[in-house]
């Protein structure tokens, strides 16, 4: 597809329970960004990754949370035992290469924990 | 603290008519970027403008143009002539220059246009 995708675009999760959620960036990006976007908020930063490096996590609120780009172009977003803090939407954004002014999201996952 | 902050929870704007969406930020950094995203209720962020911290023009892009005043720290988002498709969320975000990929972002302000 021309732009970022990703699936599923909606989760309801148990509290407990582990989810994964998939972002699939623009054909040939290098960079890929996580966010997490919290009702009424803006996005805030979680994690980049440079090909299938991820050269910065400082943002994952906890050990719960663990992203991975492992061939450097589809990217997962796990959670561990999802706690109701979680819910919020995800997004994920991808950029030519680093240091390119654009990032181009997507559509995000409204992650809502019961 | 925080580095982006947007005062403005909620604008309406009569079509046809021009709207300015505030934006202060922090930094200590001399390099920095500032962005504006849209986003509409699908969801997506959809980038609208950019202003470097040296670039002594303010920038435009069609029917946006940034007012960037760097002594006040301040980014003001202009819209000319609001049409009915511009109601949405609008974000200001920056980039510092010693972690030159991560956007931070405001609180948003959203904007709904009156036929």
């Known amino acids: 597809g021309a732009g970022v995708s990703q699936s599923p675009r909606y989760k309801v999760a148990k509290r407990g329970q582990d989810v994964a959620l998939r972002c699939d960036p623009i054909?040939?990006?290098?960079?890929l960004f996580w966010y997490q976007q919290a009702l009424g908020q803006g996005p805030e930063f979680l994690t980049y990754?440079?090909?299938?490096?991820?050269?910065?996590k400082s943002g994952l609120p906890s050990d719960r949370f663990f992203a991975e780009r492992p061939e450097g172009s589809v990217s997962t977003l796990k959670i561990q035992r999802t706690q109701q803090e979680d819910s919020a939407v995800y997004l994920c954004a991808s950029s030519l290469v680093w240091g390119r002014i654009e990032q181009f999201f997507g559509p995000g996952t409204r992650l809502t924990v019961l | 603290a925080q580095k982006i902050t947007q005062t403005q929870p909620g604008m309406f704007v009569q079509e046809k008519e021009a709207v300015t969406l505030d934006c202060t930020y922090d930094t200590s950094d001399q390099s920095y970027g500032l962005f504006w995203y849209k986003q509409p209720s699908s969801g997506e962020m959809i980038f609208l403008i950019y202003?470097?911290?040296?670039?002594?023009q303010n920038a435009t892009e069609g029917r946006y143009s940034l007012n960037f005043q760097k002594a006040r720290k301040s980014a003001n988002l202009v819209i000319s002539a609001s049409q009915l498709g511009d109601s949405a969320m609008y974000f200001c975000a920056m980039r510092e220059g010693r972690d030159d990929y991560k956007l931070s972002f405001g609180a948003g302000t959203t904007v709904t246009v009156r036929a």
């Open positions: 054909s040939g990006h290098v960079s």
């Open positions: 990754f440079q090909n299938e490096a991820q050269l910065d």
């Open positions: 202003q470097g911290s040296y670039d002594e």
